[in-house]
């Protein structure tokens, strides 16, 4: 059996609603496979104008919006009609992305007829409560995934230092990485554009820091802004230019308002706002792995991150960026004050991250997932 023998079924949560990191690799993956001759058949939530138009065949799975976050939804049911549409196309493989209802009852359904498992993780879900003051379910959380993680056939983790998280969790014994990639010919530092940044009003000799995200509580809002505040009172001379948007994005521009707010930024236009800065910061700890540090870096940017999955298995602290302990504020101010004060470091260090995201490459990447798929396939087959 090879690559062009694949037929998988993909369970998402959110395939192409919404832009971000996940539902982008997801796409990628398939696009790839299907030019390998593989057959896929996506399963996923739909709306009547998604962020973008889906890679291969989609079909749309019973959802509702989620109360207070609309524009995502929640699976609810692995209906009749998508019963129907999965039992016609014959998978050979199935694989979950999310672990929501539908996931769940799409793997039983696959487990009965004795197809192989596999569940890409891509968020670490019981970090979240943390930001909406409910840590106390946090271990409810963690056993609520194992349920589902321990009947995979295996786990397929962004990251190194995720994947040893979700060993330490005694989540599965069959944990693979299936690392992101970056389009070198769209993110470089060749997209720096100090005309964009003038526009802005920033001088050019000031150095900015960027912030690339959606912006939502779990992505560390707060630490960021309480760390740009002890810059400011420092007197350290830097600009804040923040990308993205999201439903708390009037509470951050009311944290920061002497901060650039040039909101959502895709392909080209996104290269020049990252580029055309001068650091990045992401003191997010909710990553399995953090698409957008690897696009900064592509760049040209170094980085200040938190010490935590996804960064940490990217980062090379003190030659790409500097890790830190998460929530560490006056740490992440020492660290960016050091870059805004010595253009001759981040100049080395953003060269040097540069360098490090050229080890990233789409295809190899996407193939090692094939890769699983199949020896998956043959696992289940030996045991009959």
């Known amino acids: 059996m090879d690559i062009s023998d694949l037929r998988i079924a993909l369970f998402s949560g959110n395939y192409n609603m919404t832009v971000d990191g996940a539902n982008k690799a997801l796409n990628r993956l398939v696009g790839y496979l299907l030019s390998q001759g593989a057959a896929v058949r996506v399963y996923s939530p739909t709306v009547e104008n998604p962020d973008f138009e889906p890679t291969g065949d989609l079909v749309s799975v019973p959802s509702m919006a989620i109360p207070g976050r609309s524009e995502y939804r929640i699976p609810l049911?692995?209906?009749?009609?998508?019963?129907?549409?999965?039992?016609?196309?014959?998978?050979?493989?199935?694989?979950?992305?999310?672990p929501d209802r539908v996931s769940r009852q799409a793997a039983a359904w696959a487990r009965r007829r004795h197809i192989p498992v596999a569940?890409?993780?891509?968020?670490?879900f019981e970090t979240y409560f943390r930001y909406y003051n409910l840590s106390f379910l946090e271990p409810v959380c963690v056993a609520w995934l194992r349920r589902l993680y321990r009947r995979c056939d295996a786990l397929i983790a962004p990251s190194?230092?995720?994947?040893?998280?979700?060993?330490?969790?005694?989540?599965?014994?069959?944990?693979?990485?299936?690392?992101?990639?970056?389009?070198?010919?769209?993110?470089?530092?060749?997209r720096r554009d100090m005309g964009w940044r003038r526009d802005l009003g920033i001088a050019d000799d000031v150095p900015v820091i960027a912030f690339l995200g959606r912006l939502v509580m779990e992505k560390g809002l707060d630490v960021f802004a309480d760390t740009i505040d002890v810059l400011r009172r420092r007197g350290v001379p830097h600009e804040v230019v923040v990308i993205g948007e999201g439903p708390a994005g009037d509470w951050f521009e009311s944290r920061l308002p002497r901060a650039h707010f040039v909101g959502f930024q895709g392909g080209a236009n996104l290269a020049r706002a990252l580029a055309s800065?001068?650091?990045?910061?992401?003191?997010?700890?909710?990553?399995?792995?953090?698409?957008?540090?690897?696009?900064?870096?592509?760049?040209g940017l170094p980085v200040v991150a938190a010490r935590a999955t996804g960064s940490a298995s990217i980062v090379k602290h003190g030659q790409t960026g500097y890790l830190v302990a998460p929530g560490a504020i006056s740490l992440f101010a020492d660290d960016l004050e050091h870059y805004c004060r010595d253009a001759e470091l981040r100049a080395a260090h953003g060269a040097a991250a540069e360098q490090e995201s050229g080890a990233y490459q789409w295809d190899t990447i996407n193939q090692s997932v094939a890769d699983t798929y199949l020896r998956l396939i043959r696992q289940k087959q030996r045991v009959g």
Do not use: K
């Open 77 to 98: 049911s692995f209906s009749s009609r998508v019963r129907q549409d999965i039992a016609r196309f014959a998978p050979n493989v199935l694989h979950i992305s999310s």
């Open 119 to 124: 569940c890409s993780v891509h968020t670490r």
């Open 160 to 190: 190194e230092s995720f994947a040893q998280v979700l060993r330490e969790q005694r989540m599965n014994y069959d944990i693979g990485i299936w690392t992101r990639g970056v389009e070198r010919d769209i993110f470089h530092s060749g």
């Open 277 to 299: 800065c001068d650091m990045f910061f992401n003191p997010s700890v909710t990553e399995t792995f953090g698409n957008v540090t690897l696009e900064a870096m592509a760049c």
